[in-house]
């Protein structure tokens, strides 16, 4: 049996080995090329080189994870404190690991960092915080201050706050001299020590005020034409800082215009009221000055009347001839941002349509007194009508064709002159230069009438000079 099984596995075995000696195609011998070395060597290089930067990327990554182990040791400590501040942490709180950041901060508002580069410290690798500028160092706080104000010419500054002190939000304030004025002031030349130790001014910031001199005519602030009452307009800022209160001896209001540092020029018919005589006029007559309300009439504003001097030709209350007074002041008035003189003019600006305002204390709506400055828009009105006018209800007032008299008419908004405001002087401007063209002598025009009557200004421009240079 067994030896059946072995002889079959022989033959089977045989059989195997024909058939493959059989069917087995013979291989050709190929020849190697020189392409096939390159290919060799290319791929072999292939090979190196991904091995290279295999090796490579693991180097980078063991020396990124040496590096990060080693900053995770990174602890700076708290940071050290400084004298009059302290430190905040711009990072996470209470954080001095690696590039952890803090800032430095002064106590305000006294002290402070002059740089602020240098307020800003980073924890490093050497376990330690550092500045850009100062490196390791500590920052200073310094107390703010201010130097010595600057000098002027025509001015000077003195201490509102404690004298000679120039520390943070200590105040000095600037004031030019007599006759002198900064145009740019708005809150009277006060300067403020800044948080960067600077003086600082709200109108002109860090430069220093410029005192120029006062010239006539040239007021800093203008009549602002939108803040309309009824009856008039409010004057305020000094806008007519040539309009002068005169109070009578039975204490009825004169207004009079400032010409001169010592002269006034108003009305002789508003002074002459009740036939008294000069020397009643000038032991009874109060003058203010620098107010725009006549509840700030106090002594502080006062200046005192030395002489009363009328026109030559002026005639009685009737006519309201050559009305011109002029009153002379035993103190020279200094000028300044809202005391000036309103200029004398140079030729006849009395001419039918020319428009300018008056500014006075008179009367306003149903004639009520009025307490505060009121001004009024008006425009020369043609001078025969105005005589007509007044031949019909006021024989003489005025003269036909008069030289030496004007008219103005009432407004579109029925504003006029009133009861009181005899004396103010109808102003004028042109480029930029304000004029007294006239002297109100009828103010009981109101609503009532179309016209008021004024004096014109221009033919006495010699007189006014003459008698002031007489006295």
């Known amino acids: 049996m067994c030896g059946v099984i072995l002889r079959s596995m022989l033959l089977c075995w045989l059989l195997a080995a024909s058939m493959q000696d059989h069917h087995e195609p013979e291989h050709p011998v190929v020849e190697k090329t020189h392409n096939d070395t390159v290919d060799h060597h290319v791929e072999d290089a292939s090979h190196k080189d991904e091995d290279h930067h295999v090796e490579d990327a693991s ?157 006539c005519g040239k007021p800093v602030f203008h009549l602002e034409t939108h803040q309309r009452i009824v009856g008039g307009r409010m004057v305020i800022n000094g806008a007519s800082p040539w309009s002068m209160l005169l109070k009578g001896p039975d204490s009825e209001i004169i207004d009079g215009a400032l010409i001169d540092h010592q002269w006034v020029l108003t009305s002789a018919h508003a002074l002459q009221a009740h036939n008294r005589t000069i020397e009643d006029i000038k032991a009874g007559i109060k003058a203010y000055i620098g107010i725009e309300d006549v509840r700030e009439v106090d002594s502080s504003h006062e200046v005192h009347v030395e002489e009363v001097i009328y026109h030559h030709r002026v005639r009685d209350a009737v006519e309201y001839r050559n009305d011109l007074a002029l009153v002379k002041l035993k103190e020279n008035v200094r000028f300044s941002n809202h005391i000036m003189p309103v200029c004398l003019p140079q030729h006849d600006l009395a001419v039918e349509g020319k428009v300018g305002h008056l500014a006075g204390w008179g009367a306003g709506v149903d004639f009520v007194p009025t307490s505060h400055l009121l001004y009024v828009n008006l425009h020369v009105a043609n001078s025969t009508a105005c005589h007509e006018h007044f031949e019909k209800i006021h024989p003489g007032l005025i003269a036909a064709d008069s030289h030496d008299q004007f008219c103005t008419e009432r407004s579109p908004l029925a504003e006029n002159v009133c009861r009181g405001d005899h004396g103010a002087a109808f102003v004028v401007e042109e480029n930029g230069v304000s004029y007294a063209a006239g002297i109100l002598s009828y103010d009981e025009a109101c609503r009532a009438s179309s016209y008021a009557v004024y004096t014109d200004v221009f033919d006495y421009v010699n007189w006014i000079k003459e008698t002031m240079a007489a006295h």
């Open 59 to 215: 180097h980078k990554d063991e020396d990124h994870h040496v590096e990060d182990a080693s900053h995770k040791d990174v602890h700076c400590g708290v940071p050290a404190n400084i004298s009059h501040g302290h430190f905040e942490y711009l990072s996470h709180h209470d954080e001095d690991t690696y590039l952890s950041v803090i800032k430095y901060v002064c106590d305000a508002p006294v002290y402070h960092i002059d740089d602020p580069e240098e307020a800003v410290y980073i924890c490093t690798e050497h376990n330690k915080w550092k500045n850009a500028k100062l490196k390791y160092a500590l920052p200073a706080c310094h107390k703010v201050s201010c130097p010595v104000p600057k000098h002027v010419d025509h001015g000077h500054f003195e201490y509102v706050t404690t004298h000679g002190t120039t520390s943070y939000l200590s105040a000095i304030k600037y004031t030019c001299d007599a006759n002198y004025h900064e145009r740019d002031f708005s809150d009277e030349g006060v300067y403020v020590c800044t948080i960067d130790g600077k003086w600082r001014n709200t109108d002109l910031d860090y430069e220093v005020p410029t005192c120029e001199p006062v010239e």
